[in-house]
């Protein structure tokens, strides 16, 4: 079943576009991931999908309901947590959790939803005296306190440290557990090939491709590559007449050979027959990273210009 269908959706700001065309179809159970660059087009393309904005072209349907014309249902039906969400500093755990409850018809109950997110001790706490984490695991019940059918989470671990980074990964994958649909919007690869079942790449306000990080990866993948330092002179002739290889190269004191087959085998056979040892030998694939570059022909850390109200 699909749960979220965006067909053509357009937004400018003046003379800046800010979202091109993009068309994306959401299943009901995944994570669906929109990655890119900050200055993407992300956030505004999923404020536009939540009824935030108002697209200047386009369509978009939430399980059937216009977030436009239907607010009222959709709110019943979609949870959001805001790229950048505050509240005020002195408001607590628990005043925050019951003001968001009374915009719903059939809250869930908010000790319940604040133990599942190691927040009950908390609840007593002002917002300012919340860890970078903590704040974010508010933002995700804030966003659940009405039992959403889907959630949006835009950039949810960025601040983050790595240890709290990787429990809200937990986190998402034990709320899409529950039956929630989610749409994560992101910038980190690791977080996007951990969490994703499918990704739209999304650059300079359009949608490059649609798959799963593997699927993604496998679009771009010409062969394998080896990374090592040999443990004496080297010369490139010595691999390059294998059948396996097609390209070696220095990168400082390390050699990269590029190839398909078995290429791992051929070359360790070649150096064995010269006495070479391959230290810090290093077989690597394609990455989500290398996809997104090829794909867009830029690095995902370019773009580093702010989207307008990310």
């Known amino acids: 079943m699909t749960v979220i269908e965006a067909?053509?959706?357009?937004?400018?700001?003046?003379?800046?576009?800010?979202?091109?065309?993009?068309?994306?179809?959401?299943?009901?159970?995944e994570i669906?991931?929109?990655?890119?660059?900050?200055?993407?087009?992300?956030?505004?393309?999923?404020?536009?999908?939540?009824?935030?904005r108002k697209p200047d072209a386009g369509s978009v349907s939430i399980m059937g309901l216009d977030p436009q014309r239907e607010t009222r249902e959709v709110r019943k039906l979609l949870g959001m947590q805001l790229q950048h969400s505050e509240l005020p500093e002195k408001m607590r755990v628990y005043e925050a959790m019951?003001?968001?409850?009374?915009?719903?018809?059939?809250?869930?109950?908010?000790?319940?939803?604040?133990?599942?997110?190691?927040?009950?001790?908390?609840?007593?706490?002002?917002?300012?005296?919340?860890?970078?984490?903590?704040?974010?695991?508010?933002?995700?019940?804030?966003?659940?306190?009405?039992?959403?059918k889907v959630a949006i989470l835009d950039e949810l671990t960025t601040g983050l440290d790595p240890s709290a980074r990787r429990n809200t990964w937990k986190l998402v994958e034990d709320i899409r557990s529950t039956g929630v649909t989610i749409v994560l919007v992101t910038h980190f690869m690791e977080e996007a090939e951990r969490l994703c079942d499918r990704l739209a790449l999304i650059d300079q306000g359009k949608v490059v491709a649609v798959d799963s990080p593997a699927g993604l990866?496998?679009?771009?993948?010409?062969?394998?590559?080896?990374?090592f330092r040999p443990s004496g002179p080297f010369d490139h002739r010595l691999?390059?007449?294998?059948?396996?290889?097609?390209?070696?190269?220095?990168q400082g004191s390390q050699?990269?050979?590029?190839?398909?087959?078995?290429?791992?085998?051929?070359?360790?056979?070649?150096?064995?027959?010269?006495?070479?040892?391959?230290?810090?030998l290093r077989v690597e694939q394609a990455s989500l990273e290398d996809a997104f570059v090829a794909l867009t022909g830029r690095s995902i850390e370019l773009g580093e210009h702010s989207e307008r109200a990310a």
């Open 7 to 29: 067909n053509g959706l357009a937004k400018r700001y003046g003379d800046n576009v800010v979202v091109d065309g993009v068309s994306l179809s959401v299943k009901e159970g």
């Open 32 to 52: 669906f991931g929109i990655l890119g660059p900050n200055g993407a087009g992300k956030t505004t393309t999923v404020e536009c999908i939540a009824g935030l």
């Open 98 to 148: 019951k003001m968001f409850s009374s915009f719903y018809p059939n809250p869930t109950d908010s000790d319940t939803l604040l133990e599942r997110l190691g927040l009950l001790e908390k609840r007593k706490s002002p917002f300012s005296k919340l860890s970078g984490g903590q704040q974010q695991r508010l933002s995700i019940a804030l966003a659940l306190i009405g039992q959403p």
């Open 217 to 227: 990866i496998e679009q771009v993948d010409t062969g394998k590559r080896l990374r």
């Open 239 to 250: 691999l390059t007449d294998l059948d396996d290889v097609v390209d070696v190269s220095e």
């Open 255 to 280: 050699i990269v050979v590029s190839g398909t087959g078995n290429l791992l085998q051929s070359v360790s056979a070649r150096l064995a027959s010269h006495d070479i040892v391959a230290n810090d």
